[in-house]
């Protein structure tokens, strides 16, 4: 069973950090694209940073471009999202999500992302 297990959220002052963490399970993690996805209320799901397992090819989005930083750990299986700089706006449930290319980054849907993660809420106060 492929299993992909988001944990790190939390609540944190504006200007501040977290790390989030996708585990990943049941396939071959080298043949993999992960990336990081989130939804705010009342708002579509958002594609924020990408990372390829086999040669560490990373996107970003725009919103996040240098302050969050993807990097995976192939010997763990597991992508880590450090998150600095926090703003009120990043507030949202995190989502982790599984394909073979980070090419699709911008459409978050389950016909091309595979696994999902079960979300990780982060909480930003101003």
């Known amino acids: 069973e492929v299993q ?8 944190v002052q504006a200007g501040g950090s977290l790390r989030l963490s996708c585990a990943v399970s049941g396939l071959t993690f080298g043949n ?3 990336a990081w996805f989130r ?11 990408c990372i390829v ?19 995976s750990d192939n010997a763990k299986n597991t ?7 926090l703003k009120s706006e990043d507030t949202a449930v ?24 079960q979300g990780a809420q982060v909480t930003v106060s101003s």
């Open 32 to 34: 993999s694209a992960i």
């Open 4 to 11: 992909l297990q988001a944990s790190g959220g939390g609540l």
């Open 39 to 49: 939804q705010a209320p009342g708002k579509e799901r958002e594609g924020i940073a």
């Open 94 to 117: 995190y989502y982790c999500a599984r394909e073979r290319t980070c090419r699709f980054i911008t459409i978050a849907t389950r016909k091309i992302w595979d696994y999902w993660g």
């Open 79 to 85: 992508v880590y999202l450090q998150m600095n700089s």
């Open 53 to 71: 397992s086999d040669n560490d090819d990373t996107v970003y989005s725009d919103s996040v471009k240098g302050r969050f930083t993807i990097a």
